[in-house]
C-alpha cells in the first residue's frame, strides 16, 4: 500500500515505517490542530449558548425590535410602578408593627384591590362598550378579550358575565356560551380602562376588530366609550382546589 | 473490510485527528447555519443597539419581578406578625391569602401537565411557526378542560394577560418568550383525557400541528410546580364597588 504517512513531531513511529518529519512541518501542523481546536471552540460554545434558550432576538427586524422596546418599557414602568407601591405598603406596616399598632386598615385595602383584580369582588370605573351584532365565533371573542387585556383592560364582561382566570367564550357562530350561558347574536362586552387606549388599539387600521369583520362578514362591532360602570364579581370560585400553595 | 482496517491503521494519527475535527466542523457549522432559520437574519446596523436596549429592559424586567415577588412575601410576613392577632384580624389576614392564591400571587404545586410546542422543520415556511394564536388556542383548550392555573415558559397566566405576536416570538405580561414554548398546567388528575375527548383540541392538533409540520409534545406530571404572578396589580381606572350591577 502506497500510503503517505505523517507522523507527529516528536518522531514516534507508526508500524515502523515513520519517519522523522522537518522541524517547520510539524511547527506547521501544530499551528493548524491548534487552530482547528480553537475554531471548534468558538464554534462549540456558540451552537451551546444558541441552544440554552436565550430569546431570538436575531430573528427581529428593527421594527419588531422597537416595538418589542416600547411594550418592555410600558411594562418595566408598570412594574417600578408596583415596586413603589408595595415599598410603601411594607413600610407602612413596618412602622405600624413598630407602634404596636394593628394593620387592619391596611389589610381590608390590600384585600379589596386584590379581589378586585382577580373578579372576586364588583368594580367599577371608566372604559368602552363594544356591541356585537351577527354571528360570530367564540375564537373571535377571545381574540377581542385578549386585545383588551393587552390595551390595558383591568376588568372585562361579556354579556353580563365578569371575564376571570379560566373563564372561556366558547362555541361556533350563533352558539356562543360564556360560564354555561348561552350568547345570543347581539350583546355586549364591556371594558373598564382608558377609553382612548382600548378604542384606538380595537378600531385601528389592520387592528382586531377590521380582522374579525374580515373573518366574519355581515358582524357589526361598534365601539363606545363608556363614563362610568359597574361590573359583578366573578361566581367562579377560584381558589385552586388541585393546587396547593408552594412552602 | 481487512483491507480498510489495516488501511486505517496505517493512517498517521495526526490525520485522523484532522478527519476527525474537520467532521465535527462541519457538524457544527452546518448546525449553527440550519438553526437560525426559518426565523430571518437581520444585518442592519441599526440593529446592535437595539438588540442591547432590549437586554438592558429584559435584565430590569427580571429584576422588578424579583422584587416584587420578595415584597409580597415580607409583606406577607408582616401581616402575618401582626401584634393585634385577634380572631377579627385572624379571618381577614385568611381571607387575604385566599385572594391571593385565587388571583395567582402565591406559587402552586399539584397534579398537571406541560405541552411543549415547537416549530416545525426548517424550510416548511411561516406557516410552521408557533404564533401567538396557537398558544392562546392551547390555553383556551386547558381552561375549559379544568386547568386551575397555568404558565408558558415560567410566566403565570393571570386574568389580565394577554398572549401577543411580536416577530414570530410571543409576549406574555409583557415578557418576551422564544420558542419553544413550555405550557404547563395545573388541574385535576384527568386533565388530558379531557382534553383530548374535545373536538376543538383534536382539530387543532390534527389540522394546525400536524398539517404544518410543528410538534407538541405533552408530559402528564404528578406535581407541576407553578411561579406566582409577578406583574402588577394596581388598578388605575377600576376600583371596587359596593355591590354588582342591579
Known sequence: MNTRHVGPAHGAHEGGHARRIPRADALSSRLTVTAVAGLLGILAIGQLRAQSGAPALAGLSATDLTQLIANLTTGNDELRAEVADLEGQQTHLTEARDRGETTVDSLSSDLARIRAWAGLSPVTGQGIAIVVRGQIGGDGIEDLLNELRNAGAEAITVDGVRIVTGVVVAGAAGALSVENHAIGDAFEIRAIGSPQILTGTLTRTGGVIAQLLATYPGTQLTVAPVEQQTFPATDRSLVPSHGQPRL | ?246
Open chain 2, 1 to 246: 473490510m481487512t483491507a480498510i482496517v489495516v488501511w486505517l491503521r496505517a493512517l498517521p494519527k495526526i490525520q485522523v485527528t484532522f478527519a476527525v475535527a474537520l467532521l465535527v466542523l462541519g457538524f457544527l457549522i452546518t448546525a449553527q447555519v440550519t438553526g437560525e432559520k426559518p426565523r430571518a437574519q437581520y444585518s442592519t446596523q441599526e440593529r446592535a443597539p437595539l438588540i442591547q436596549t432590549v437586554l438592558d429592559l429584559q435584565t430590569q424586567q427580571e429584576a422588578f419581578k424579583a422584587r416584587i415577588l420578595e415584597l409580597r412575601r415580607q409583606i406577607g410576613d408582616l401581616e402575618a406578625q401582626d401584634p393585634g392577632a385577634a380572631e377579627s384580624l385572624r379571618q381577614l389576614y385568611a381571607d387575604l391569602e385566599d385572594a391571593r392564591l385565587a388571583a395567582g400571587l402565591i406559587a402552586i404545586s399539584g397534579p398537571g401537565l406541560a405541552f411543549r410546542l415547537e416549530d416545525g422543520t426548517t424550510g416548511a415556511g411561516v406557516d410552521a411557526l408557533v404564533s401567538a394564536q396557537d398558544v392562546r388556542i392551547l390555553l383556551r383548550e386547558l381552561w375549559l378542560a379544568g386547568a386551575e392555573a397555568i404558565d408558558i415558559n415560567g410566566e403565570r397566566v393571570a386574568s389580565t394577560s394577554a398572549v401577543i405576536d411580536i416577530g414570530g416570538s410571543i409576549l406574555v405580561n409583557s415578557a418576551y418568550l422564544a420558542p419553544p414554548y413550555e405550557i404547563r398546567a395545573i388541574g385535576p388528575p384527568d386533565l388530558y383525557d379531557r382534553l383530548r375527548s374535545s373536538v376543538a383540541f383534536v382539530d387543532f392538533v390534527q389540522g394546525r400541528i400536524e398539517r404544518n409540520g410543528m410538534s407538541l409534545s405533552v408530559a402528564p406530571l404528578a406535581s407541576v410546580d407553578l411561579d406566582a404572578y409577578a406583574g402588577t396589580v394596581n388598578l388605575r381606572y377600576a376600583s371596587p364597588a359596593a355591590s354588582g350591577p342591579p
